[in-house]
């Protein structure tokens, strides 16, 4: 079994790595790599894309990436479980308004906006740790519950067209998307290798998940 995190230049992958490897062999889920070279991700078993910054930005990156066409095929015609994180995940939206309307990859019916928290003495990027309010269940949700902490840095959010794709949230001022999946694909917007033992139990779930 092969995890493939994939390096686009969006960000400092050094905590990811070593939280996914440090979970694949207390759970026996095989190799975790980062990688920049499409071969590689197109015969992993399982995709990570993480990302730091701003989604024009990352959005041109991956686009530009050589792993993107890879990426693509393996999720959308063979299947292969999917783990966005922070822009990573607001990626999967259908389309992202930060500096400029921008397409993202479609697989969640959403779009990412800023942030407004109903009392504006709450500051903006919502950083720190908060409690999650699980939604739906999902099998990388497993053992986890509403209450269990989350890290989160990011000024933008996923605002769900389709309820049903929003498995879990956190109260910032309002309702803030936390979690989303459809289908082999699942998405994070807070940092599973910064949220201590739930982050792990999640990035475990998701390397043993077999959809």
């Not at 990570?48 to 930005?57: E, K, Q």
């Amino acid at each position: 079994m092969l995890t493939a995190i994939i390096d686009y230049e969006s960000g400092n992958l050094h905590s990811a790595e070593k939280a996914f490897q440090r979970m694949a062999a207390e759970t026996g889920a095989g190799s975790v790599v980062v990688t920049s070279d499409p071969e590689t991700v197109a015969v992993a078993d399982h995709i990570v894309l993480p990302g730091d910054g701003a989604f024009p930005a990352c959005a041109a990156a991956l686009r530009a990436s050589g792993c993107f066409d890879a990426m693509v095929e393996a999720v959308e015609v063979r299947g292969r479980p999917f783990l966005g994180i922070c822009v990573g995940m607001q990626l999967m939206a259908r389309e992202g308004h930060e500096y400029e309307a921008t397409p993202g990859l479609n697989w969640i019916d959403g779009s990412v906006e800023q942030i407004r928290p109903a009392d504006p003495a709450m500051k903006v990027p919502h950083m720190g740790w908060n409690d999650l309010v699980i939604d739906h269940a999902h099998p990388v949700l497993a053992g986890i519950e509403s209450g269990e902490h989350a890290y989160f840095v990011h000024s933008y959010q996923m605002r769900m067209d389709d309820p049903a794709q929003r498995l879990a949230h956190v109260d910032y001022g309002g309702d803030v998307t936390a979690i989303v999946g459809s289908g082999t694909r699942i998405g994070f917007q807070f940092h599973p290798e910064k949220s201590a033992a739930a982050g792990l139990r999640m990035i475990a779930n998701f390397l043993t998940w077999r959809p």
